[in-house]
Structure formats: structure tokens, C-alpha cells
């Protein structure tokens, strides 16, 4: 079936550093979901991309969706403590019933 | 604000008993959809339902069943635990897509997961 490539699998970094996480399918798609999960919630989306070339901000987040149709980034610049969670890609598969898929998730730790 | 409630935060059961995870939504959404969570390997669809007693099987379904009489409630089902359905549960909702809105994804709301161990 359908797979998301998302890396880094975690990353441990200073607050104030720059993040960067990617994406990539070998499937094309018309959309690009990223989600946050802050520590015992569920995920929350972030942003979502429509248009490839598309760049879209959300406060210090930054995504975007790759020309080729295949991957997306996003950027968070000068991170801070409660930055921290897991992020993750998504894909609508199914039509009108809105179900996604995931990728595997980028674990964020920020020391303060 | 959407709301999406899973009725326990953390549960313990043993082997072989049968497990009812409730998920009740207060949005009016069409669709509901229960994941599983493993650290490693993301989410993953169990099942989804776009309609009061539809359901529709997701990626790894096998040991699971689930139940949507009323349009705000889908549970999940484990007919006889095993241990390696250890894992987070999270419930979602979303609203249908309408043809006008092609390419267009609702975003799925999400509960705050159950933690369910298996003994």
C-alpha cells in the first residue's frame, strides 16, 4: 500500500535552534497534512498544504509542499520548550471518507 | 470546538477478555475512524465508519470489530485481547467531503487516546 517516508525519526536540539522534517512518497498527491501530538493528547493539524510549489506559514511553522508532488517540509524556526512532540505527515487515501495515512512520526525534544 | 471524548484514559485487561473502547463525538461529524499508535510505526487505520452501522475495515483490522449505532458514537471492539494489542488508541472524526471541496481534507479531530495494556 501507500507509504510516507518521514524523517528524522527524533531529533534533540537546543531551544532557539531551527527544525527541519521531511517527507517523501513515492505516490503523487494533491494534498499534504502536517500534524503535532503534544505529550498525552491527541494530534492536532498544523497546517495543510493544497497546491504543489505551495508555502504556507502558521506562526514560527513553516511547510511546504514539494513541486514534484511527492514530498513536503516543515521548518520551525527558533523553537521553544513546549515545540516538543511528536510531528507527523499526513495523506488522504479514501476518497470522500476523509481517512489518512501517517507517517511514522518526528519525535521533537527541546532543551531548554 | 470539536470534541472528540474517548470515555478512558488508560485501561488494563488480560488475555482473552473482551474490550470496549467508546469514542462519542459532539460535532455532528459523518465520519469516525479508530487508529492504533506504536512508537515507531505511527498511526495506523483499524476502522472507519462515513455513516450510522457502515463500516469500513482500514489497514490492520484483523482482531478488532466495531460498532456505530448512533451517529455520534463508534466504538472498537477487541472480541478476546491478546497481548500484542497493547498499544494507544486514538478515536477521530471529520466531517463528510462535499464534491466542492475536492482536494480539499477535512481535518480529523482527535481524541486524547486510550492506553490500553494487555496482560
Known amino acids: 500500500g501507500q507509504q510516507l517516508n518521514q524523517s528524522p525519526q527524533s531529533m534533540f536540539i537546543q531551544e532557539g535552534e531551527d527544525v527541519s522534517m521531511n517527507c517523501t512518497s513515492s505516490s503523487i498527491f494533491n494534498t499534504w497534512l502536517w500534524y503535532k501530538q503534544d505529550p498525552g493528547e491527541g494530534p492536532v493539524l498544523l497546517i495543510a498544504l493544497y497546491k504543489a510549489g505551495e508555502l504556507t506559514s502558521n506562526g514560527r511553522l513553516t511547510a511546504q509542499f514539494g513541486i514534484t508532488r511527492k514530498d513536503s517540509f516543515l521548518n520551525i524556526s527558533a523553537s521553544i520548550p513546549s515545540d516538543v512532540g511528536i510531528y507527523f505527515c499526513a495523506q488522504n487515501y479514501g476518497g470522500s471518507q476523509g481517512n489518512l495515512i501517517f507517517g511514522k512520526g518526528t519525535k521533537l525534544s527541546v532543551k531548554p | 470546538d470539536v470534541k472528540v471524548t474517548q470515555s478512558s484514559r488508560y485501561l488494563v485487561k488480560r488475555t482473552g477478555e473482551k474490550v470496549f473502547l467508546e469514542c462519542v463525538q459532539d460535532m455532528d461529524h459523518e465520519n469516525m475512524f479508530w487508529y492504533r499508535q506504536d512508537p515507531g510505526l505511527g498511526l495506523r487505520l483499524i476502522y472507519f465508519s462515513y455513516d450510522v452501522k457502515m463500516k469500513e475495515k482500514g489497514d490492520i483490522p484483523e482482531g478488532y470489530s466495531v460498532s456505530r449505532e448512533k451517529k455520534e458514537r463508534f466504538s472498537l471492539i477487541l472480541e478476546s485481547a491478546s497481548t500484542n494489542q497493547t498499544s494507544m488508541y486514538l478515536c477521530?472524526?471529520?466531517?463528510?467531503?462535499?464534491?466542492?471541496?475536492?482536494?480539499?481534507?477535512?481535518?480529523?479531530?482527535f481524541g486524547n487516546g486510550t492506553r490500553l495494556t494487555v496482560t
Open positions: 477521530a472524526s471529520s466531517p463528510r467531503k462535499q464534491a466542492r471541496d475536492r482536494g480539499y481534507n477535512s481535518p480529523l479531530h
